[in-house]
């Protein structure tokens, strides 16, 4: 008899009378939300505007969405088109399949509309949101645990999940909890580019790429340790491959970008700091008013000099004068 395991949810979806309300689809919005908090507050300490990262959200999420489904989809297709299935299903997120690879890569192509509509740098952005991300991806992975998918191999270890549904193929019994396994991963994984960030001033991409090249780590041991259906090259699931390849693109990017463009972005979003404030704008005020009354004190000096000169020459022109006239007398 198992003595402790973790249980998984008798349902995924509760209703309030004709809506439904789905737990994969809460821990999407959670995890979206906690992106932009956080987000929105490294981004205002880099020297940008409160709101700048929820506007340009409005461009990454619906791309993002859309992105980790067609990734799902193309990968997965014969779920979808195989003999026996509807094709319709391929558009009901709310059961489950958004891949990371194709949610970040579309992701950053709506963030990059976003960032170019307002002048702001795609890299200083994507630098202030990637922790967000990391967090969001570990509160999104508990959708998985509503809906009773992708856990690991069997195993008796007490914090086995205890998987109970016998739908889509699915064999009654205790798994590895690889959803959280990966959501504790991602928890450390954001921790790590804050804590690289703020001792290595990263910039200029560096603190994404960084939580790219972790990420892609922990999930090619995780995806080893899944058995739900996937494609193999070469005795390994494609998405091992995928996180291979992506982690040396983001190890090359932190090397070269580190060489070209060291340091960090001065300014991440152009008039920012002229917008900050009152106090600001009165104090440049005020400024030029200072500066207005010493070009009047150097215009005065130098019209006390000129004037020197002309007293002491007709003070000479007297002399001489007196001088002609003594000797003529």
């Known amino acids: 008899m198992e003595l402790a395991f973790i249980p998984s949810p008798s349902r995924g979806v509760l209703h309030l009378g004709p809506i439904p309300l ?71 997120v709310w059961q489950g399949g958004l891949g990371i690879w194709g949610a970040i890569a579309f992701g950053a192509v709506g963030a990059w509309i976003g960032c170019r509509r307002r002048g702001i740098p795609l890299p200083a952005y994507a630098d202030a949101i990637a922790p967000g991300i990391a967090f969001a991806q570990a509160i ?8 009773q998918e992708l856990y690991g191999k069997a195993t008796d270890l007490p914090w ?8 889509d193929g699915r064999v ?44 892609c780590v922990g999930r090619g041991w995780i995806e080893y340790m899944r058995v739900d259906d996937a494609h193999h090259i070469l005795g390994l699931r494609l998405n091992d491959w995928t996180a291979m390849v992506v982690f040396l693109l983001a190890v090359l990017y932190i090397v070269i ?36 009354g010493d070009d009047e004190v150097v215009d005065l000096e130098k019209s006390a000099e000129s004037a020197e000169p002309d007293e002491s020459a007709d003070a000479e022109s007297t002399e001489s004068d007196e001088a002609e006239s003594a000797k003529k007398s």
């Open 140 to 147: 999104g992975r508990w959708g998985n645990w509503f809906n």
């Open 160 to 167: 086995a999940l205890h998987i109970t549904s016998s739908t």
């Open 257 to 292: 970008s580190s060489r070209r463009r060291p340091g960090r972005e001065e300014v991440v979003e152009p008039g920012a700091g002229a917008s900050g404030g009152g106090d600001g704008d009165s104090a440049g005020a005020s400024g030029e008013g200072d500066d207005s």
């Open 22 to 92: 789905r737990g994969y689809a809460f821990c999407i919005i959670i995890g979206v939300f906690v992106a932009v908090w956080l987000g929105n507050r490294r981004w205002v300490a880099r020297g940008g505007r409160a709101g700048t990262v929820a506007d340009i959200s409005v461009w990454a999420v619906p791309f993002g969405l859309v992105g980790g489904r067609l990734y799902h989809v193309i990968t997965d297709y014969e779920l979808y088109f195989s003999d026996g299935r509807d094709w319709v299903d391929a558009f009901k």
């Open 172 to 215: 009654p019994g205790y798994y590895h909890p690889t959803f959280l396994y990966e959501s504790l991963w991602c928890i450390g994984v954001g921790f790590l580019v804050i804590w690289a960030d703020r001792r290595f001033k990263l910039g200029h991409g560096r603190a994404f790429a960084l939580y790219v090249a972790a990420y």
